[in-house]
């Protein structure tokens, strides 16, 4: 849509004045929603400056303010969960479990819980993926090794199933993030 105002103002494109129009209310209401949501997205990063756990939370890899306010919408205090594993399994990050006769068959994660929570922190697992080959901390360099020996998407949800527990610990007990450095 950048080039749309000089499309707009060219004569010779052979465009109507009706369709001049249309576009160019169009463009109107695309740079209006554009400041909306820019209005959104302050008001979103006020809240998680302002919000104690929101903070703690943005100093993890793949939170970032909205991530931080949605996942502690959804968690609250965490104290529904016993554990990390009990909020990753709500949230459906879990791989589903077929076990007979001692065999135990891992199959893929179960996608239960809210759609949109997992899915933006899925959003900031890749995000972390995208960045941990430029990274030396101990976080980085496992989720590169699982994406070596597994593949992407699934280090990509292991990923975020570690880091909803991760997120779990810090707004349960109130802990603050520490990165481990690699040995």
């Not at 570690?162 to 603050?176: D, H, N, Q, S």
């Amino acid at each position: 849509m950048v080039g749309l105002p000089r499309v707009l103002e060219a004569a010779d494109n052979g465009l109507t004045e009706v369709v001049r129009h249309i576009l160019s209310q169009t463009y109107i209401r695309y740079r209006a929603l554009l400041e909306e949501l820019a209005w959104y997205d302050q008001q979103l990063s006020q809240q998680a400056r302002e919000d104690e756990t929101c903070r703690r939370l943005c100093t993890m890899p793949g939170m970032g303010p909205i991530v931080a306010n949605v996942v502690q919408a959804w968690m609250g205090d965490g104290r529904q969960f016993r554990r990390g594993r009990d909020a990753s399994a709500a949230l459906g990050l879990v791989p589903r479990q077929y076990s007979t006769g001692g065999r135990e068959v891992l199959l893929g994660i179960t996608k239960r819980g809210n759609r949109y929570v997992r899915s933006q922190v899925v959003n900031g697992a890749q995000a972390v993926l995208r960045a941990a080959a430029n990274k030396d901390d101990a976080l980085s360099r496992w989720v590169i090794h699982l994406k070596a020996t597994r593949g992407h998407n699934k280090a990509v949800v292991a990923l975020a199933n570690k880091l909803v527990r991760i997120a779990w610990v810090i707004i349960a007990r109130g802990e603050t993030y520490q990165p481990r450095m690699a040995s």
